[in-house]
C-alpha cells in the first residue's frame, strides 16, 4: 500500500466520529471587546455602562437614572413578554431616542453602526439573547378614554406604587430597590417623536410589556388590550405642565449613596482593571529605575521628557497643568493637615516624588503624572510612531485616554459636594449630559485638538472666543432706548463657564455724540456660578449657559442725547479667587503666606481680557 499525504482544502470539513474538525475546539459567544462594534461602544457607552457591560462605568455616580446592567440582561424597555429578551429593533430604538428624562441620550448613528452596537450589547448576555424574543401581539389604540383609565388606575392597584398623582412617592414604592419613576415628568420608554400619541403608545407598551428588572409587571394577556389602552389614557394626563426634567443636577438618591460609599476625590471611578490599575488608586512610588532605561528615561522631570518629546513639552509648559502648583494653591494648603493637603496634591502634583523633590513639585500635573507608571509608559495607540521602538522603555496603550472620563477625576467632584444639586466641580457631569456625548466628542477634541498638550480652556482669549456667539441690536422709540444683548455657547460641550471659578461680564453703556459714557446709562450682569463659603457652601446664583443655549440682557434707559451703545464682554478667569485672595490679604498673615496670597492675586487680575466689544449705533424706530 502506498500513503499518499491528506490534503483537505481550505473550506472542506472532515469529520471523524461525528466530530465537526473544522468546529474544533467549539466555539463560545464572541467577547463583545472582539466584535467590530466595539469601538463604537468605547466610545458612546463605557461611561455610564462600563467596559465590562455592568452599568458601573466611570461615569454612573453622575447619571440621572442608574445606567443598565448589560450582563444580567434584563431590559424594561422591550416589545416582548417579561422573560424574553428585547428585539434587536427594540434594542435599536433605544441606541436612536435614548430614554428620555434619563442620561441615555439618542444617538445619531448609520444603521450599520446600530447594528454593530447592537451586536456588543447583546455579546454581554449570550445567555439571555439565546432565548428567541418575540413581541406581544397588542390591538391597535382604540379612542382615548382617559376617564375610563383613571377609574382602572384605582381599581387595578397602580396608586400602591404610582402614586395617586403618579408621582412614585408612596412608601410602597420607597421601599423598593427600583422604585417607579415620576410619571408627571418625562416618559422613559424610548421613542422617536413625543407628542402624546407618542407618549400614549409609550405608555401603552410599558403596561402591556412591564419593566423587567423592576416590580413594574407586565399586565398584557391579563388586562383587555382596550383597558391597558385606556390606562395609558389616563397616564398621559399625569404630565405636568413643567415635566422636563433638569439633568444638570443630581438625584438626592446619587447624593445620598456618595455619603454612604464615598468615591475618593481626584480618583477614576470606573471599573476596568487595566485602567483601574493606572488611575483607580493612589499612585505609587515608582521606585529605583531599571538599568535597562537611559538617563532621560530614568528620571520623571517633565524637562527629560522633553528631550524625546519636545512638541509635547513646549505646548505643556505654558499651561495651566504646569501651573498646578500655583502660588495660591500654596497659600490655600499653608497649615492645612496633612489628609487636606493630600486630597488637593491628587491632581495638583499627583506623583508621590513630587512631595518630597521641590523640581518635581513645581512641575505641577507632569507628564510623568499621568503617564508613567513603575517606569512604564502609559498612553493612547500610536497614530503615526515616529521614533524606533525602544524595547527597554515599554509603551502600554490604553483606551482611555482619548475619553473624556481621562478626565473626570480631577474636573468632576463627588456628589456628596453637591450646592443646589449640582458638586461644585461638575465639568465631566454638564459633558455627559450635552450634546458632544451623544455625539461622540470627547473632552480632548476641544482641550488637546491632534494630541496638542496645551489644555486651553477659559484662561486663552481665543479659546474662549470660539466658543461664544454674540449679537446684539439698539434702537430708540418715544424717548426709551432699548439694547438687547444674546450670548450663545456654541461651541463648550459643557456650561459656560464651567466652574465656580471663572466670570464673565456682559456689560452695555449708552454713549453720547461724542463718545462720552452717558450718566445712569450703564448696565451688567454676570455670568458664571456665583458660590459662597460661610462654614458650608452656598449657591447665590447660577447664569451660566449650557451647551446650546444663549443667555439674553435686554435693559430700556429714558434717556435723551445716546447715540452709541457700547457692548462689551470681559473674562475674569480667576474671579472667585480673586475675591478668595482679596479677603485672605485683609487678614493678619505670616509674611511667606502673604506674599504667595499677594502674587495669586497679581496673577488673577493680569489674566483678565475683553473677549468682546461692539460700538452699536441706536437707530430710530
Not at 435723551?560 to 457700547?566: H, I
Amino acid at each position: 500500500m502506498r500513503w499518499r499525504p491528506l490534503v483537505i482544502s481550505v473550506g472542506v470539513l472532515v469529520s471523524i466520529g461525528g466530530i465537526a474538525i473544522g468546529a474544533w475546539p467549539p466555539r463560545g459567544p464572541a467577547s463583545p471587546r472582539a466584535l467590530p462594534g466595539w469601538p463604537l461602544y468605547e466610545r458612546y457607552c463605557v461611561a455610564c455602562h462600563g467596559a465590562a457591560g455592568d452599568g458601573r462605568g466611570p461615569g454612573a455616580p453622575y447619571t440621572k437614572g442608574r445606567p443598565r446592567d448589560l450582563v444580567n440582561g434584563d431590559y424594561a424597555w422591550r416589545s416582548t413578554p417579561i422573560g424574553q429578551p428585547p428585539t434587536d429593533d427594540d434594542l435599536r430604538a433605544t441606541l436612536r431616542h435614548g430614554a428620555p428624562g434619563t442620561s441615555m441620550p439618542g444617538f445619531a448613528l448609520s444603521p450599520a453602526q446600530l447594528d454593530d452596537l447592537v451586536a456588543v450589547v447583546k455579546a454581554f448576555a449570550p445567555a439571555r439573547f439565546a432565548t428567541p424574543a418575540v413581541p406581544i401581539g397588542f390591538a391597535s389604540p382604540p379612542a382615548p378614554a382617559a376617564e375610563r383609565g383613571a377609574k382602572l388606575w384605582s381599581e387595578l392597584g397602580c396608586a400602591s406604587c404610582h402614586g395617586a398623582r403618579g408621582a412614585g412617592d408612596t412608601a410602597a414604592a420607597k421601599a423598593m430597590a427600583s422604585p417607579p419613576y415620576d410619571l408627571t415628568r418625562e416618559l422613559h420608554r424610548p421613542r422617536a417623536t413625543d407628542d402624546s400619541e407618542a407618549r400614549r403608545r409609550a405608555a401603552a407598551l410599558s403596561i402591556a410589556t412591564g419593566l423587567a428588572g423592576t416590580a413594574m409587571p407586565g399586565y398584557a394577556g391579563t388586562v383587555a388590550d382596550a383597558d391597558i389602552w385606556a390606562l395609558a389614557d389616563h397616564v398621559v394626563t399625569l404630565r405636568g405642565a413643567d415635566s422636563k426634567v433638569d439633568r444638570s443636577t443630581l438625584d438626592a438618591a446619587a447624593i445620598a449613596r456618595d455619603r454612604v460609599a464615598k468615591l475618593e476625590v481626584g480618583r477614576w471611578p470606573g471599573t476596568d482593571p487595566d485602567e483601574a490599575r493606572l488611575f483607580g488608586g493612589p499612585i505609587a512610588p515608582q521606585g529605583a529605575p531599571p538599568a535597562s532605561l537611559g538617563p532621560a528615561q530614568a528620571s520623571l522631570a517633565a524637562r527629560q521628557c522633553s528631550r524625546c518629546h519636545n512638541k509635547q513639552f513646549r505646548e505643556w509648559e505654558p499651561s495651566l497643568h504646569h501651573g498646578a502648583t500655583s502660588p495660591g494653591l500654596a497659600a490655600q494648603m499653608y497649615g492645612l493637615p496633612a489628609d487636606e493637603v493630600a486630597s488637593c496634591l491628587r491632581c495638583h502634583a499627583p506623583l508621590p516624588e513630587q512631595a518630597t523633590d521641590r523640581a518635581l513639585y513645581a512641575d505641577g500635573a507632569s507628564c510623568a503624572g499621568c503617564h508613567v507608571r513603575n517606569w512604564t509608559r502609559h498612553g493612547p495607540e500610536q497614530l503615526a510612531p515616529s521614533l524606533l521602538p525602544l524595547p527597554g522603555y515599554p509603551l502600554t496603550t490604553l483606551a482611555v485616554y482619548e475619553r473624556a472620563d481621562f478626565c473626570l477625576p480631577c474636573h468632576q467632584l463627588p456628589p456628596r459636594t453637591a450646592v443646589a444639586g449640582k458638586p461644585l466641580l461638575n465639568t465631566y457631569k454638564e459633558w455627559l449630559e450635552g450634546p458632544y456625548m451623544k455625539r461622540g466628542v470627547q473632552c480632548q477634541h476641544c482641550h488637546m485638538p491632534n494630541r496638542e498638550h496645551s489644555f486651553k480652556g477659559i484662561h486663552d482669549p481665543q479659546t474662549f472666543r470660539e466658543g461664544i456667539a454674540l449679537t446684539a441690536r439698539a434702537h430708540a422709540r418715544d424717548g426709551t432706548v432699548t439694547v438687547t444683548v444674546e450670548v450663545a455657547n456654541v461651541g463648550a460641550g459643557h456650561y459656560l463657564p464651567t466652574t465656580p471659578t471663572p466670570a464673565a461680564w456682559l456689560s452695555i453703556e449708552l454713549l453720547d455724540a461724542r463718545g462720552k459714557p452717558i450718566r445712569g446709562g450703564l448696565a451688567k450682569q454676570r455670568i458664571g456660578r456665583d458660590i459662597y463659603f460661610d462654614g458650608s457652601w452656598h449657591e447665590r446664583a447660577d447664569t451660566r449657559i449650557p451647551p446650546g443655549e444663549k443667555l439674553t440682557m435686554t435693559r430700556a434707559w429714558r434717556v435723551a442725547g445716546a447715540t452709541t451703545a457700547r457692548v462689551k464682554l470681559d473674562v475674569h478667569p480667576d474671579d472667585y479667587y480673586e475675591r478668595l485672595y482679596a479677603s485672605q490679604l485683609r487678614k493678619r498673615l505670616v509674611p511667606e503666606r502673604r506674599a504667595l496670597y499677594e502674587e495669586a492675586l497679581a496673577r488673577g487680575r493680569k489674566a483678565h481680557y475683553t473677549a468682546e466689544q461692539r460700538e452699536l449705533p441706536i437707530t430710530a424706530r
